[in-house]
C-alpha cells in the first residue's frame, strides 16, 4: 500500500498557553493536549515551521486587551510561516504542500486566534497568508509579516510618496527596521533618518539610513532639519510633532498617540506581502533577525523574557517547531 502523501494531522498538538492574565514567565505554559484548531472554509491549516514575538504578544498576556482577548486558556502568536496540510473548500490561492507566511489575525487586538503562532498547528484565513518567498528560511519569513504590513501601513496612512523624508524612531526594532527599508527601496525616500542607541548605528546604515542618530547623545527634535513624516515606532509622539515639517505627517504605532499624529494598529492583510515579494526575492527588503535569534520552542518563555528587556535588534524567532 504506498504511503500517505499528507503525515497524519493530529487531534491534540502541542502548544504554549496562558490560562491567566500576568507576567509571560509565570502564565505562559506548555501544553502538550491542545486540541487542533477547527478549520472554517476560508482557512488553510498551517504545520507551523516557525513564529515570531512581538510586544503585542506579551501585552495580551499581560491582561492590556482581557474585553477583546481571544476566551481563555489560548496559545498567543501572531507571526507564522509553515506548511499547508489541508485547505477549507472556498480557499483558491493555496494548496497542501505550499510553503506560506503570514499574520494570522487580521484585526491585532479584536478577538485573536484562540490557537496562535505558538503551537504545531495553527489555522487562518487565506486573505491573510502569502506564499513564502523560496529564498527566506521559515525562520526570516516568519519575522516579516506583522511588521513589515504594520510599517507599509504607516506609509499608505500617511499618504508618503516619492521624494520625501523620513525620521524613524526606533530604527533598529522589528518595526523600525522594515521603514527604513521600505522607505529607502519601495517608497523612494529622498533621505532616512533613524534613531538607536549607539551600537545598532551601524546597522542602521547598512538597511538604508542616510542619518543614523544617536538617542544616547542626541535630541532628534532638536536638529535644526525636520522631515516631512516622523514615524514613531517607540511611543515618544510628542517629541515627534517637534520633528516634521509643516504640514509634514507624524504616524505612531503606540496608543495612546497625540493628535495631530495618526494612530493605528495594523489590519492584516496577505496582498502587502504579495506586494513585497519582488523586493524580498531580490534581497533589496531583508528580514532582520536579533542575533540571538532563533530560539527553540521549548525557550519560548526565556525567548518573551529577552524580547521584554527591549534590547533585541529586529525580531525574535521561534524555530523549528516543535
Keep these: 500500500m504506498a504511503a500517505p502523501s499528507t503525515p497524519m494531522i493530529p487531534s491534540h498538538i502541542k502548544a504554549w498557553v496562558y490560562s491567566e492574565y500576568g507576567k509571560t514567565s509565570d502564565v ?11 478549520l472554517k472554509e476560508d482557512q488553510v491549516l498551517i504545520k507551523v515551521a516557525a513564529a515570531a514575538l512581538n510586544p503585542i504578544d506579551y501585552k495580551r498576556l499581560a491582561g492590556y486587551f482581557k474585553d477583546t482577548d481571544s476566551p481563555l486558556p489560548t496559545a498567543p502568536g501572531y507571526d507564522v510561516a509553515g506548511v499547508v496540510v489541508k485547505v477549507g473548500s472556498q480557499v483558491k490561492k493555496f494548496k497542501e504542500g505550499d510553503e506560506v507566511y503570514g499574520d494570522i489575525n487580521e484585526q491585532a ?3 485573536p486566534k484562540v490557537i496562535g503562532s505558538l503551537a504545531e ?26 511588521t513589515t504590513e504594520t510599517a507599509y501601513e504607516g506609509f499608505e496612512r500617511a499618504g508618503f510618496s516619492a521624494g520625501k523624508s523620513i525620521l524613524v524612531l526606533g530604527g533598529a526594532g522589528g518595526v523600525g527596521t522594515q521603514v527604513i527599508q521600505l522607505a529607502k527601496h519601495v517608497f523612494g525616500a529622498s533621505k532616512v533618518a533613524a534613531t538607536a542607541s ?9 538597511l538604508g539610513a542616510d542619518l543614523p542618530i544617536d538617542y544616547t547623545k542626541e535630541k532628534f527634535e532638536e ?18 510633532l517637534e520633528a516634521v515639517k509643516e504640514g509634514g505627517k507624524v504616524v505612531t504605532i503606540v496608543p495612546p498617540g497625540i493628535p495631530p499624529a495618526i494612530l493605528f494598529i495594523l489590519t492584516s492583510n496577505g496582498s502587502i506581502l504579495e506586494k513585497l515579494r519582488p523586493y524580498l526575492e531580490s534581497g533589496k527588503v531583508k528580514p532582520v533577525l536579533d542575533p540571538k535569534s532563533p530560539f527553540p520552542f521549548s525557550q519560548t518563555v526565556e525567548a518573551f523574557s529577552f524580547l521584554e528587556t527591549n534590547r533585541a535588534t529586529g525580531k525574535v524567532v521561534v524555530h523549528p517547531i516543535p
Design 121 to 146: 498547528y495553527t489555522a487562518a484565513e487565506e486573505k491573510l497568508l502569502a506564499h513564502k518567498p523560496p529564498n527566506l528560511s521559515f525562520a526570516e519569513a516568519a519575522s516579516l509579516p506583522l
Design 109 to 111: 487586538l479584536i478577538h
Design 198 to 206: 549607539t551600537r545598532k548605528l551601524e546597522l542602521l546604515r547598512n
Design 28 to 38: 505562559l505554559k506548555f501544553d502538550t493536549n491542545v486540541p487542533l484548531p477547527q
Design 223 to 240: 536638529l535644526p532639519e525636520k522631515f516631512d513624516l516622523v514615524y514613531d515606532t517607540v511611543g515618544e509622539t510628542d517629541r515627534a
